[in-house]
């Protein structure tokens, strides 16, 4: 009987080890993900601000307007090139609506207004 207890007692032993053995190395690969993961967060966050920097090197007003000039030859408009809605309309040989009514009230513009941001909350 001590015999059958000694054994029963060394194969659990044995399980036991190899119960804690598949422990420490499922622990020691996890670790490693872990590693691995904080590694590539780490670069990601490097090359984010990067990029970061990057889009506020080609984003500035004065290095765009080097690059318009050099590339383009736009100019600001003069004053003889715009036009307001009146004239536009005329241009196109129709009357302007804004000339064929009266100007709203000041409740009404405000009722449009209301019933325009109603109309862009629902879309």
């Known amino acids: 009987m001590i ?3 000694t054994i029963f007692l060394c194969v659990l032993l044995a399980a036991a080890a190899f119960g804690r053995y598949r422990a420490e190395v499922s622990v020691r690969e996890l670790r490693e993900d872990i590693q691995r993961i904080e590694t590539s967060h780490t670069e990601e966050a490097r090359s984010i601000q990067m990029l970061r920097a990057e889009i506020a090197y080609l984003e500035n007003p004065e290095r ?3 690059v318009a000039e050099a590339k383009t030859d ?7 090139q715009l036009v307001n809605a009146q004239e536009f309309a005329a241009l196109l040989g129709e009357e302007s609506p804004v000339m064929a009514e009266e100007p709203a009230a000041p409740a009404d513009v405000i009722r449009h207004a209301l019933a325009m941001a109603q109309l862009a909350d629902a879309q």
């Open 64 to 66: 765009l307007a080097k």
């Open 74 to 80: 736009l100019r600001p408009s003069a004053s003889d």
């Open 3 to 5: 015999r059958i207890t």
